[in-house]
């Protein structure tokens, strides 16, 4: 017999659970933690040490937990012994996703330097802020990033790592090969590391102004792990084993997602470091290469944003491959539109929808919506109180506002970040007494249901009237002739904002401004309806992890 979230939950973080979870209080703050979670990172990837099972696919290559391992202690040795890095010093990853990514990540945070990610589509400038900012005292690159970073990376006099750059002779002063400063048989250096330690500086996506440096410290990012495994154990315990058709393949991650991005790094490759998983590795995203791995791979798990599975299930090729594998298909960095959410759940011969909240600054922990749940209520993230996590909605006085009002949602667990870098005063502004201000808009229901309405900064105020663009994108989307489109406010003399989309058209659709208004008319009041359409020929911009650059959209079109 199936059981609810809330008795699930109770029994899978019990006393003597592997989730168990007990109140601690550090610094002056109480959360609830999982008790059994590894202390730091490095507990993670030590026992894959000698593992032969598939670790990594990317393009024609297969590297085992054994083969990533060896390179970790090697690159690891190398850290502390060739580049003198030390406990708490920042080193830096600007590249693509490739293998040497999560060796990198894996050496650094394993010797208690920070790692710290950086942008793959950043600009010269961009990386260099980010060098400077996190003051590196190394800086590992693929050969792309090699051309942006190394001249102002040299004037620093910070070294530089390149991988797979075996074309590229001579090398610029102060770079040196990857593979050439690995010394085969190595041993990890003994250094003792720290729950409370700093682990990794994410970056945030930079579209509203400088990026921030976003710092986690070890028992941040395991505890949010352990976040994301006891919702598995949460939704296996859920299950029907009458009515429920048992998972034909192990379980396998595709990585569509950056690296450098919170979901890439923690819930994804994190997840199948430590779970000993298969992670097929995308060096960009393409949704007929996606098929193509899904089928050859038997990839069971794909975690994107929503657009990534919208551009699966529109692909020419998808009727072409395979996709039987797949058991979860979702992700999360912004709202599914419902028509998202009821097209994966009658496509996919077993894969269920699903969809997460979480942010950079909660190490992409927070409260998940799936399978039947996620059907019934396609418009929620999940329920609000997770087993580590607390939300509350609260207005712009910092009160919590009653249930079902909208207001801005705040988070209280210990996958928080401490503080962003060298930034008190936004560190103060965001977190207060443990609990993070998103800036995102949302409501709980009487279920416990979150339900993210919308960005703060994105919510459309016209004439005193709150547009939230994710329910005017969802009514778009409802359309057959919508391939993609955004939501947004531009200036109005007399409204203050009035309502503005662009929208990208499928093949052969003959949608206009007018007819895209009528069909509006019949699900939404009038206010709602954007009085400014702009279609564009081309998909429309994307930052790394995948979310639609608004900013640049209303720029182009109406303000630029």
Known sequence: MAIDYDEASSQATAP???????????????????????????????????????????????????DVMKRVDALADALVHHFGISKGDRVGIAMRNLPEWIVSFAAITSIGAVSVSLNGWWTEDEIDFAVGDSKLSLLIVDPERLARAHHRTAERGIPILVARADRIEPLPDGVEHFDQVLTSGASMPQVAVLPEDDATILYTSGTTGLPKGAVSDHRAVTQALFGFWSSVAIESLRKDAGTVEPAANPPCFILVVPLFHVTGCVPVMLSCFGMRLKLVMMHRWDPSTALRLIEAEEVT?????????????????????????????????????VKLVQR?????????????????????????????????????????????????????????????????????????IRRYWN???????????????????????????????????????????????????????????????????????????????VIHRKAGATMTAESLREEL????????IPTRIAFSDERLPRNPSGKILKRELRETYFVG
């Open 16 to 66: 003597g659970q592997v989730f168990e979870t007990a109140e601690e209080t550090r610094d002056g703050i109480t959360n609830r933690v999982f008790v059994n979670a590894p202390k730091t990172l490095a507990e993670i990837f030590a026992p894959s040490r000698g593992a032969e099972e598939t670790f990594i696919v990317y393009e024609d290559e297969r590297w085992s937990f054994a």
């Open 301 to 337: 798990t794909f975690v994107g944003v929503p657009t990534q599975s919208w551009d699966l299930l529109e692909s020419d090729d998808f009727a072409s491959y395979d996709t039987s594998s797949l058991t979860s298909v979702g992700g999360g960095g912004a709202p599914a539109p």
């Open 344 to 416: 994966v759940e009658g496509t996919f011969r077993r894969g269920r929808p699903g969809i997460g909240y979480g942010m950079t600054e909660t190490n992409g922990y927070g409260p998940s919506n799936q399978a039947d749940d996620y059907v019934a209520h396609p418009t929620a993230t999940g329920h609000g109180r997770t087993p580590i996590m607390d939300t509350e909605i609260r207005d712009e006085t910092g009160s919590v506002v009653p249930l079902g009002e909208r207001g801005e949602i705040w988070m209280k667990a210990p996958c928080v």
């Open 423 to 501: 930034q008190p005063d936004e560190t103060a502004e965001t977190i207060e007494d443990g609990w993070l201000r998103s800036g995102d808009i949302g409501r709980l229901d009487d279920e416990g249901f979150l339900y993210i309405e919308d960005r703060a900064k994105d919510m459309v105020l016209r004439a005193g009237e709150n547009v939230y663009s994710a329910e005017v994108e969802s009514a778009i989307y409802d359309s057959s002739d919508v391939y993609e489109a955004a939501v947004f406010g531009v200036p109005h003399d007399r409204l203050g904002e009035e309502v503005a989309c």
């Open 521 to 528: 008319s019949t699900r939404l009041a009038g206010f709602k």
